[in-house]
């Protein structure tokens, strides 16, 4: 869990160093349109070539602006981190299960278990939880693994239903800058005495509709990517159960076998000392 954590940290602090540095680079290089803005109002001309972007981040504002741009942050972050984790090839190694089939047919049980052991991927984790077992019996190993793929399964939800939390709050971050966009508008609507600017109708109009923008931005890659890592883990997990059962059978059998040759004149020796006493 705190390597998990430590990877997510570094994942945030690369977003948030790239980012800066982009918008850094992109106010350095917008410093001059202001004064030509100032120009055009002079000429009583309108600015009607202002970019998309500034209009968006104008918009959004101070509140909203940096609240939507840190969620998105995480956003980005976590699932660039589920990406690394819920990988096949990661989860289910397919060069340990060679090596530790390969160690079960050799009669080298201490070396399958020590690979298993120092195997941090999800199966490595599971098949040394049931091999610590696999003394008990079969049934015990299989029932220790499977709640080991259960709790894996438990802790890597729980950066899932995080997707799944940034997709409820989209909407609803946009929904209040709506309600504040039609705030402003009607406010202006409502001065007695006066009439209403068309400029601030529309000022407050587009910051509802920009903010709602952007909340809907923010929930639809994050409901896609907690269905799609949700999937994800499901099939992970249904996999690793069927092959840490397969390869906790095969180990228990060739225990079996290897403990029935040697140990079977053990039961006359201790019959016959038996009755000696």
């Given at each position: 869990?705190?390597?998990?954590?430590?990877?997510?940290?570094?994942?945030?602090?690369?977003?948030?160093?790239?980012?800066?540095?982009?918008?850094s680079s992109y106010a350095f290089q917008e410093g001059a349109p202001p004064a030509a803005e100032k120009k055009d109002e002079g000429d009583n001309k309108p600015a009607a070539n202002t970019s998309l972007f500034m209009h968006i981040l104008k918009s959004?504002?101070?509140?909203?602006?940096?609240?939507?741009?840190a969620i998105s942050i995480a956003l980005i972050a976590l699932v660039c981190l589920l990406a690394m984790e819920l990988r096949m090839a990661t989860s289910i190694p397919p060069n340990f299960v060679e090596e530790f089939t390969d160690?079960?047919?050799?009669k080298q049980f201490k070396q399958a278990f020590d690979i298993a052991k120092e195997d941090g991927?999800?199966?490595?984790?599971?098949?040394?939880?049931?091999?610590?077992?696999?003394?008990?019996?079969?049934?015990?190993a299989r029932e220790s693994a499977y709640n080991m793929v259960d709790s894996i399964k438990a802790s890597k939800e729980v950066s899932?239903?995080?997707?799944?939390?940034?997709?409820?709050?989209?909407?609803?971050?946009?929904?209040?800058?709506?309600?504040f966009g039609m705030i402003l508008s009607f406010m202006e609507l409502g001065r007695p005495g006066s009439t209403p600017r068309p400029d601030k109708l529309a000022d407050g109009i587009s910051h509802a509709l920009v903010v709602t923008l952007l909340g809907i931005g923010l929930s639809v890659p994050a409901?896609?990517?907690?269905?799609?890592?949700?999937?994800?883990?499901?099939?992970?997990?249904?996999?690793t159960s069927l092959i840490a059962d397969d390869l906790l059978?095969?180990?228990?059998?060739?225990?079996?076998?290897?403990?029935?040759?040697p140990a079977a004149p053990?039961?006359?020796?201790?019959?016959?000392?038996?009755?000696?006493?």
């Open positions: 869990m705190s390597g998990t954590l430590s990877r997510f940290c570094v994942i945030l602090l690369v977003l948030v160093a790239f980012l800066f540095s982009t918008n959004a504002g101070w509140v909203f602006g940096p609240l939507i741009m160690l079960v047919n050799k991927s999800f199966l490595g984790r599971v098949m040394s939880q049931g091999m610590s077992r696999l003394q008990y019996g079969i049934e015990d899932i239903t995080y997707l799944s939390t940034i997709g409820t709050l989209g909407p609803l971050i946009g929904l209040v800058g709506t309600v409901i896609f990517f907690h269905a799609f890592y949700r999937n994800r883990l499901i099939k992970i997990s249904m996999d059978t095969q180990m228990y059998h060739s225990t079996k076998k290897a403990a029935g040759q053990a039961p006359t020796a201790a019959g016959a000392g038996a009755p000696a006493k």
